[in-house]
């Protein structure tokens, strides 16, 4: 249940529209990337659960990462948007009572899809520039703008801008379980509902996951480009 950005390598911005994305040029910077294992996170980040106390085995070492100026989409692609490049996309939505309206976060979406939305926006925009889904370098240099809290807001993440759907065990199918959920229980998935990040990006540590191009390896190495093929690729962002 997967949304997503798109990393775009442009230098134009479009004009704000429900259905096409619009773009915030990022600088360039050096950031550290990960967390340490010296100084505990905040109870709020870690849940006082043990394993979690200086984050996952793989979100260590911290590492010292250089980004290039790029620019990124300001929300998650919403339905309006993605479904200008596939239009069956509209039979998902409100599956699970998630993402019914056109400016909800596009949910049900596979990286390769993801990927291929980026390619046709690539061909249909023929201006010149390649639309990209970022590396998770990228992403959590974006979600960071320049913070080194446990998140771009602090240490703490503010209740007032928490959607956290807690309503059944994943340990399971989610989707047996689901009969017994009310759909007024599950939170919308509106884009741009709260305030953005230092560098104007929207709904970073929340609403929906969103997929990166990077596969899946120990933290602290070099993120690479993932390659048709390859199993498993990172997703970021937290769908809460």
Same mark, same amino acid.
């Given at each position: 249940?997967?949304?997503?950005?798109?990393?775009?390598?442009?230098?134009?911005? #479009?004009?704000?529209?429900?259905?096409?994305?619009?773009?915030?040029?990022?600088?360039?910077? %050096?950031?550290?990337?990960?967390?340490?294992?010296?100084?505990?996170?905040?109870?709020?980040?870690?849940?006082?659960?043990?394993?979690?106390? #200086?984050?996952?085995?793989?979100?260590?070492?911290?590492?010292?990462?250089?980004?290039?100026?790029?620019?990124m989409s300001t929300t998650?692609?919403?339905?309006?948007?993605?479904?200008?490049?596939?239009?069956? %996309?509209?039979?998902?939505?409100?599956?699970?009572?998630?993402?019914? *309206?056109? *400016?909800?976060?596009?949910?049900?979406?596979?990286?390769?899809?993801?990927?291929?939305?980026a390619a046709w926006l690539?061909?249909?925009?023929?201006?010149?520039?390649?639309?990209?889904?970022?590396?998770?370098?990228?992403?959590?240099?974006?979600?960071?703008?320049?913070?080194?809290?446990?998140? &771009?807001?602090?240490?703490?993440?503010?209740?007032?801008?928490?959607?956290?759907?807690?309503? #059944?065990?994943?340990?399971?199918?989610?989707?047996?379980?689901?009969?017994?959920? &009310?759909?007024?229980?599950?939170?919308?998935?509106?884009v741009a509902l709260f305030?953005? &990040?230092?560098?104007?990006?929207?709904?970073?540590?929340?609403?929906?996951?969103?997929?990166?191009?990077?596969?899946?390896?120990?933290?602290?190495? *070099?993120?690479?480009?993932?390659?048709?093929?390859?199993?498993?690729?990172?997703?970021?962002?937290?769908? %809460?």
């Amino acid at each position: 249940m997967l949304a997503f950005f798109l990393l775009l390598c442009v230098l134009n911005q #479009f004009v704000s529209s429900h259905d096409v994305p619009r773009f915030v040029s990022l600088p360039s910077g %050096h950031f550290a990337m990960g967390t340490g294992d010296k100084t505990p996170l905040p109870t709020d980040v870690s849940g006082d659960q043990p394993n979690r106390l #200086f984050g996952s085995y793989d979100e260590r070492p911290v590492t010292n990462q250089s980004v290039d100026t790029f620019e990124m989409s300001t929300t998650e692609i919403t339905n309006a948007m993605y479904e200008r490049y596939d239009p069956s %996309h509209k039979l998902l939505r409100g599956k699970l009572f998630f993402s019914f *309206d056109d *400016d909800e976060a596009a949910v049900w979406v596979s990286w390769y899809n993801a990927s291929n939305y980026a390619a046709w926006l690539t061909k249909s925009r023929n201006d010149g520039y390649t639309y990209r889904l970022p590396t998770e370098v990228e992403w959590e240099y974006a979600c960071r703008a320049g913070t080194s809290t446990a998140y &771009n807001t602090g240490d703490n993440f503010p209740k007032s801008q928490r959607k956290n759907n807690d309503l #059944f065990s994943h340990s399971g199918n989610p989707e047996s379980d689901w009969p017994n959920v &009310n759909k007024e229980q599950v939170s919308k998935l509106h884009v741009a509902l709260f305030p953005p &990040n230092a560098f104007g990006l929207y709904d970073m540590h929340g609403n929906v996951e969103e997929w990166t191009s990077s596969v899946y390896k120990k933290y602290g190495n *070099d993120s690479v480009s993932a390659d048709v093929g390859q199993p498993f690729y990172v997703s970021r962002g937290g769908s %809460h």
